[in-house]
């Protein structure tokens, strides 16, 4: 993150890191510095903007990458995650919105963000509900790592210029990183209870199987008995 930040201008450094957070996915490589090097160098309105063509972009790439081996991954992530798989599935029969919802819920829950990426792609899911969803189901995430790259900041400048803060940064401080745990689980939970409420109201539109009425055995003949 130092190297980055002292090497490159600002207009380069976004390139720089727009690259990063699209590759490192790919990779299966955190991207979680590079947008904490985001949050401290251009803030939330730009920053958010660099992260999410970044992580739009990572999210793609994994999607036509996973679509050329489909049959070597389908097994191996089903046996993983199979409750996740079956939801994915069950989306991918749905519409446009229904696609579009359940992949930006399962970017809010805890599924594991670089493997989603790939298993998206043994669906039905199409690309265009995928990418969108993605990229509104990170928006929370980014945020929070940009706030978490405004820490970092913050507390570097007080071990590197030798100074204490006030009261009121150190409220501001608390309160703020308070407020950002409190946000993700938040969006976690509900993410959880709206996949479960979806699989649920699925569950319930599935026809019950037709019940085959039991044919009588016919009589035996007394040699027989």
Not at 9 to 25: E, K, N, Q, T
Not at 61 to 77: A, D, E, R, T
Not at 114 to 136: D, E, K, L, R, W
Not at 199 to 211: C, W
């Amino acid at each position: 993150m130092r190297w980055e930040a002292t090497s490159f201008g600002r207009p380069v450094l976004a390139i720089v890191l727009v690259i990063s957070m699209s590759v490192f996915p790919t990779v299966f490589l955190p991207s979680f510095p590079s947008m904490w090097l985001t949050g401290i160098i251009f803030g939330y309105g730009l920053g958010l903007l660099i992260i999410l063509v970044g992580t739009g972009i990572g999210m793609s790439i994994p999607y036509w990458i996973g679509s050329l081996f489909l049959h070597h991954i389908h097994g191996w992530l089903e046996k993983k995650w199979p409750q996740q798989i079956a939801l994915i599935k069950l989306a991918g029969r749905g519409g446009w919105f229904q696609q579009f919802r359940v992949v930006a819920l399962l970017r809010l829950s805890p599924f594991p963000y670089v493997m989603f990426n790939y298993v998206a792609t043994i669906t039905q899911i199409n690309f265009t509900p995928y990418i969108c969803g993605s990229v509104v189901g990170m928006v929370p995430d980014a945020l929070v790592n940009i706030y978490s790259g405004r820490l970092i900041l913050a507390l570097a400048d007080l071990k590197y210029d030798q100074r204490r803060m006030t009261t009121v940064e150190i409220v501001y401080n608390v309160i703020s990183a308070i407020v950002a745990v409190l946000i993700g689980v938040g969006f976690t939970v509900y993410a959880r209870r709206a996949l479960d409420g979806i699989q649920s109201a699925e569950g319930a539109r599935q026809p019950e199987p037709a019940v085959v009425p039991a044919v009588p055995a016919p009589e035996l003949s007394d040699r027989h008995r």
